[in-house]
């Protein structure tokens, strides 16, 4: 280890953070799950990344790699192993203003993004929080406040560069690398470690945003109304449904539809988010013109001690009246986790299901549960959480990598389709044979 570590000194540019270093307490562990790395690699271009890949090869460290640290399970730390830390590669530049090709380094977050982009009233569809890495987030899919529009996140990426397990740099687009291109759209950090990606970015004006509040008691109709709109509504709007929002009531808390109509029309989001004001008694609406980059939120970091348990799936079409009732009825009862419905569907769903590792593209809805709170709440809500999912497991199917707080075997099937893990595993044997990008719901090689 130590001539590793010297070799590691001799090459590596960044920052080699280890236990006992002032800075090491603030980058041990990732935003939601603590951690205790024996070091912590912090690259500053692409050939300490290299530098920093041999070593963790050779040193047979458990090796994590962070973009923005938002992974539900944690995969951007680890305990005794090696943590290499992307956030000095952030550049967000815009490469080809006619094209609206934008280059960004693989640890920028999306609220660097947002605010670089504004200025040229350009845009990438990628999440709701300022703080989630454009990393983790692109390379599992990136849904996002203009999905219905533009799609996922990685719908618009349209090359990255990569560093792999044997230190190689490669590009991988259509051109190049066509199957590693595929791969890393949905295969997450499974690959090789991306120093940068290029989107295609899209143009943006302000747009409409808020949130419309109806009663509780009318939560069954509201989402049923809400789902069926959807379908019909122009893609310009992007709708997230939630209950039982702890600040506001919990379980007696007010059904919230949020609300993106990408557009600075007030005619054409008015005559977009009218059906849904028609659904029921509207308490409250504050759906205002607000500038892309302010769409996006801070994320809060959970104090020492809190853990938060993220689990998903998808609703196809068909049983979407019965996946929403059931989630009316427990978004009523008390101790009801957060339940999000995010709409997908519009370009997300013009995409061939194996032209990206990202395959869930005829889900109409993304279910999502959220419980927060130190680990006695979280084992007290296990088995009501557990009996809500087994309720809805005959109408849902497959899940999100980017929501799932487990990677289990079962969630590594349920993200990949037995045929994209296959492709994803030929690609995973000729880039990462050893399996050293582990740290992820992980595709075996073999
Ligand atoms: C507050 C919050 C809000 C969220 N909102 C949204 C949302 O609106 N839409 C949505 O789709 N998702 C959302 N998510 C989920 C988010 O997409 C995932 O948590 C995502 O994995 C976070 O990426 P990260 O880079 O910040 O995390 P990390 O924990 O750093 O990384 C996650 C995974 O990606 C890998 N990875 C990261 N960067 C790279 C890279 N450059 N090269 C190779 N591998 C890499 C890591 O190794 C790890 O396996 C949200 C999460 C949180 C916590």
Redesign the pocket.
């Known amino acids: 280890m130590s001539s590793a570590l010297e070799t590691l000194r001799r090459d590596f540019g960044g920052d080699i953070i280890e236990p006992g270093d002032a800075e090491y307490e603030a980058v041990g562990g990732?935003?939601?799950v603590p951690g205790s790395p024996a070091y912590v690699l912090r690259p500053e271009n692409v050939d300490d990344v290299r530098a920093a890949v041999g070593f963790a090869s050779g040193s047979g460290l458990p090796l994590?790699?962070?973009?923005?640290?938002?992974?539900?399970p944690g995969?951007?730390t680890n305990d005794g192993g090696v943590v290499i830390d992307?956030s000095r590669l952030a550049d967000v530049d815009l490469v080809d203003g006619e094209r609206h090709i934008v280059r960004i380094g693989?640890?920028a977050t999306w609220g660097q993004v947002a605010a670089a982009l504004a200025p040229h009233r350009l845009a990438i569809s990628s999440?709701?929080?300022k703080s989630?890495?454009?990393?983790?987030?692109t390379?599992?899919?990136?849904?996002?406040w203009k999905v219905r529009k533009y799609g996922l996140a990685l719908d618009s990426l349209v090359a990255a560069e990569l560093v792999t397990a044997d230190g190689e740099v490669v590009t991988a687009s259509a051109e190049e690398n066509p199957e590693l291109f595929w791969a890393i759209r949905g295969g997450?950090?499974n690959l090789?470690?991306?120093?940068a990606f290029e989107f295609a970015a899209h143009p943006t004006t302000d747009v409409f945003f808020g949130k419309v509040t109806f009663p509780a008691s009318e939560a069954v109709e509201v989402l049923q109304g809400w789902a069926k709109y959807l379908r019909t509504a122009p893609e310009e709007l992007t709708s997230i449904a939630s209950l039982a929002n702890p600040f506001a009531g919990g379980h007696e808390a007010p059904v919230e539809i949020h609300i993106a109509f990408d557009g600075d029309d007030q005619q054409l989001a008015d005559a977009a988010i009218d059906p849904i004001r028609r659904l029921g008694t509207v308490v409250g609406d504050d759906v205002a013109l607000t500038a892309y980059a302010d769409v996006l939120v801070e994320?809060a970091t959970p104090p020492p001690g809190i853990q938060v348990v993220a689990r998903n799936a998808f609703v196809d079409r068909e049983p979407v009246p019965e996946v929403l009732q059931i989630l009316a009825e427990v978004g009523a009862s008390p101790g009801s986790p957060v339940i999000a419905l995010r709409s997908v569907g519009g370009a997300v769903s013009r995409v061939a299901d194996d032209a990206t590792a990202y395959a869930h593209r005829q889900a109409e809805l993304m279910v999502v549960t959220l419980t927060a709170g130190p680990k006695p709440v979280i084992d007290a809500a296990g088995p009501d959480l557990d009996a809500l999912w087994g309720k809805l497991a005959p109408h849902v199917d497959g899940a999100y990598a980017?929501?799932l707080a487990s990677a289990a075997e079962e969630d590594v099937a349920a993200v990949y389709p037995a045929d994209t893990y296959r492709r994803l595993a030929a690609v995973k044997r000729q880039y990462d044979p050893s399996n050293l990008f582990a740290?992820?719901h992980n595709v075996r090689p073999e």
């Open positions: 990732s935003k939601l994590a790699v962070r973009g923005g640290g938002h992974g539900f995969f951007g992307l693989g640890g999440g709701d929080t989630v890495g454009v990393g983790g987030l390379l599992s899919g990136g849904i996002g997450g950090g090789g470690i991306v120093t994320g980017n929501f740290g992820n």
